[in-house]
């Protein structure tokens, strides 16, 4: 079984829309995150939740809301596509919050904003 | 605040020879560190961490790492590299009193015939 799963894998779409990411994980970790990772390469932590509250919320744009129904899920919904948008978007998960654990990560989500 | 810097972006190392990828970190107390691996279209691996105790650590896939206070580095080896091992490799920082981890900007292995 995956142990962190996103969806999709692949996300194309216009500037201006709005999409949404989702992650599950299957680990029974209280803590979840959201990275993006640009064409460099450079990891960025944008969120990260643990038990269903927000703990990390760096400096990202008002459009990028997270939303945790669940500590199982943590979802990322983002409003009015920018090009700069376009990276690929990392979840994952680890037993506690903080910088003492290892975490998980999700497959990634490519999204291309054209 | 801790920080974490890979000094190379990409190294180039001959199928079957050796290889070290440097870290270098900042942080006032003792360190938790991390390297992980990136394949091409996947998410990130841990390779192996360090909390505490022996200085010297074993991973994954052959890989260690050697913790050095005095010389703030936390470097990845493996004595023999396969053409799999190809990949991006991030090291990361943090602590049980740091919300998060804080990654380096990661180094890219090329491995040549």
């Known amino acids: 079984d995956t142990a962190v799963s996103q969806t999709p894998k692949y996300l194309v779409t216009q500037m201006g829309n709005d999409k949404s990411i989702k992650c599950e994980q299957n680990?029974?970790?209280?803590?979840m995150y959201w990275y993006k990772q640009d064409s460099k390469k450079f990891l960025k932590i944008m969120f990260s939740y643990n038990n269903k509250e927000l703990i990390i919320n760096e400096t990202v744009p008002n459009r990028f809301s997270p939303k945790s129904p669940d500590k199982a899920h943590l979802n990322l919904h983002i409003n009015s596509l920018e090009l700069g948008d376009s990276a690929v978007y990392f979840c994952?998960?680890?037993?506690?919050?903080?910088?003492?654990?290892?975490?998980?990560f999700g497959p990634g989500t490519r999204l291309t904003v054209l | 605040a801790q920080s974490v810097t890979q000094p190379d972006i990409h190294i180039t190392v001959s199928e079957g020879a050796s290889l070290e990828l440097r870290c270098n970190y900042s942080?006032?107390?003792?360190?938790?560190l991390f390297w992980y691996v990136q394949s091409p279209g996947q998410g990130l691996q841990l390779l192996l961490k360090y909390f505490s105790g022996d200085t010297l650590v074993q991973g994954i896939k052959g890989f260690e790492a050697e913790f050095k206070r005095s010389q703030s580095s936390f470097n990845l080896r493996k004595p023999s590299v396969h053409w799999s091992d190809a990949a991006e490799y991030f090291c990361?920082?943090?602590?049980?009193?740091?919300?998060?981890?804080?990654f380096g900007t990661g180094t890219r292995l090329l491995v040549s015939p």
């Open positions: 990361a920082v943090g602590s049980p009193g740091f919300q998060k981890l804080v």
């Open positions: 680990l029974g970790h209280d803590t």
């Open positions: 994952a998960s680890s037993p506690s919050g903080g910088g003492a654990n290892e975490q998980f």
């Open positions: 942080y006032g107390a003792t360190p938790y």
